[in-house]
């Protein structure tokens, strides 16, 4: 059905004049009678009758348009859903814990009013994630673009906008418990375990990392999920884990856990946000200035990242 010729009968019935809401729409007087002409003949029936002053609405006419005025609403509703600014902005922040969720948060926090949909993408390797945002179905993603060096597909952008600072988790027995901070030379004695890393994003900068500094991170094994992890954690004398500043994790208090700043340097996860250089959304906008805004503020020089994201 035409929603113009819809769009038409209202108007003709609420002014009761070809002539007026054919100004309202901004078409002719002809155009108007054709298009209602056109609804008439698919419904096989009269709409409107002529008056002295204009047009009224027949016995079927007054029946249509209540429906007519509910379907130019819900052709609203519709064009409404993925119209820019008014749909909900869709980002990947590939797992709820960790530090782009929370940066998020803190945006939306700013922000309560804007349509946002968080996505977590922690199965997806960085070029599936990237193939989602150059189909639409993204908004952005974060991801250290290991793999090409940072560079990505045609029609995309990138900007490094986090250096997600270590720390080392420890169990309240754990050697380095006590400590207000620790060096990366200092770790070199103790084995920082990180099982069930599957994506080789991460993977590999934890493999930069320990050959740099000649540390032992294991990433072999299963992963029973963080508590399990946490739980192993708290009751070992030897075994650390590494996490980032901006991540937020929660565990029973009797787990006595101790976070301790990694310093001399620190190394950070360094993460990109990754966008489509032709989206339109107008919240798109507003946080990737927030983002660049924040990065410009949190940015240190006593920092260690791999040679590829430098």
């Known amino acids: ?34 298009r209602v002409a056109s609804l008439e003949k698919e419904l096989g029936v009269r709409l409107f009758t002529r008056i002295a002053r204009g047009v009224q609405l027949t016995v079927d006419g007054q029946a249509l348009l209540p429906r007519a005025r509910e379907l130019l609403r819900a052709a609203e509703r519709f064009t409404a859903a993925v119209a820019p600014g008014r749909r909900p902005l869709r980002i990947d922040v590939v797992g709820r814990r960790i530090a782009p969720s929370n940066i998020l948060r803190d945006f939306y926090q700013q922000h309560p009013d804007i349509e946002l949909d968080v996505v977590t993408l922690a199965n997806a390797d960085a070029m ?14 974060f991801r250290s673009l290991r793999a090409s060096n940072g560079a990505v597909p045609q029609g995309l952008r990138s900007s490094r906008v986090i250096d997600d600072r270590h720390e080392l988790l420890v169990g309240p027995r754990h050697p380095l418990a006590h400590a ?26 934890y493999e930069d990392l320990a050959n740099a500094f000649g540390l032992t991170i294991d990433t072999i094994g299963p992963s029973f999920g963080v508590e399990a992890l946490l739980t ?8 650390a884990t590494f996490v980032g500043e901006g991540s ?54 006593d920092v260690w990242i791999p040679d590829w994201a430098r």
């Open 128 to 141: 599936s994630a990237l193939a989602e945002i150059s189909a639409g179905t993204l908004d952005a993603t």
């Open 248 to 301: 937020r994790y929660l565990w029973p208090e009797s787990y006595d856990l101790c976070r301790i700043p990694v310093v001399n340097p620190t190394p950070v996860y360094p993460l990109s946000v990754i966008w489509r250089a032709n989206n339109p959304h107008p919240v798109l906008a507003n946080f990737l200035e927030y983002l660049h805004a924040r990065y410009q503020t949190t940015a240190r020089d």
């Open 232 to 239: 192993e954690i708290a009751h070992s004398t030897e075994l």
């Open 180 to 205: 207000k901070s620790v060096s990366l030379a200092e770790l070199t004695h103790h084995p920082i375990w990180m099982p069930g890393m599957a994506d080789a994003e991460p993977r590999g900068y």
């Open 1 to 34: 059905m035409d929603l113009n010729a819809v769009r038409t009968f209202v108007a003709v019935a609420d002014t009761g004049q070809y002539q007026a809401a054919a100004d309202e729409l901004r078409i002719t007087q002809q155009g108007a009678s054709k």
